[in-house]
């Protein structure tokens, strides 16, 4: 499975879009890109998932960049809920297991 | 309405013992999981099992042990040979390139 690369932690305003990077430059082309949150002391909460398209649903948008080493989780409108720790992880299709990595830790600031 | 079940919420265990931790799904998944997940760390796989009667160890199995004898259901046991079993324990599923569903876990603490 390939591995990702986050960064550690990164702060966003209240009502701002909140950007959040991810590195898959090993990424095979049947592997598909995830990502999860996880607030504190919870189970993870999927978001959304692409293997080549930009995706969007009411949660969020996934931008995967045209070589697919990269990809950009948009949160359009942060809140102060969306604090949590993100995940983003490549998956073999059709049932491969999630590798989860140490994730990238949002603040939303008022 | 479909879930994944995890219980107990807490548990305390004496050093030396086994537990066993529950793992039911609601959701007709095919695949089910394990993980770990120490204080500040990311989840780290123990187990996995993608069809009923089998499964295979993640990267952290040694100490552990599972079974899959019903679809719905995937128990973890801890056992003694787990040497660091103060952790918070989280229970998986998913069917197809769906995400994963998970449980809200269970915390262990080794009294």
């Keep these: ?110 | 309405d479909g879930g994944i079940t995890q219980s107990p919420k807490y548990l305390f265990r004496k050093e030396g013992q086994n537990v066993t931790l529950s793992c039911e799904q609601n959701l007709n998944h095919d695949a089910m999981y394990w993980y770990r997940q120490d204080p500040g760390q990311g989840l780290r796989l123990i187990y996995y099992s993608q069809i009923v009667n089998d499964f295979q160890k993640g990267d952290i199995a040694e100490g552990y042990s599972v079974s899959r004898e019903k679809k719905e259901s995937f128990p973890l046991t801890v056992t003694s040979a787990q040497k660091n079993p103060t952790a918070f324990y989280l229970c998986a599923s998913s069917r197809g390139q769906i995400g994963y569903t998970f449980g809200s876990g269970t915390r262990l603490t080794v009294v």
């Design chain 1, 1 to 110: 499975d390939a591995k990702t690369t986050q960064p550690p932690s990164m702060d966003c305003a209240e009502g701002r879009a909140a950007n959040l990077p991810c590195n898959h430059s090993t990424i095979s082309g049947n592997e598909y890109v995830y990502w999860y949150r996880q607030i504190h002391s919870q189970g993870p909460q999927y978001i959304i998932h692409g293997l080549k398209n930009n995706e969007t649903n009411e949660m969020a948008s996934l931008i995967i960049t045209e070589d697919r080493k990269s990809s950009t989780l948009i949160l359009p409108h942060a809140t102060l809920r969306d604090t949590a720790v993100y995940y983003c992880i490549v998956r073999l299709p059709p049932g491969g297991k999630l590798i989860f990595g140490q994730g990238t830790e949002l603040s939303v600031k008022p």
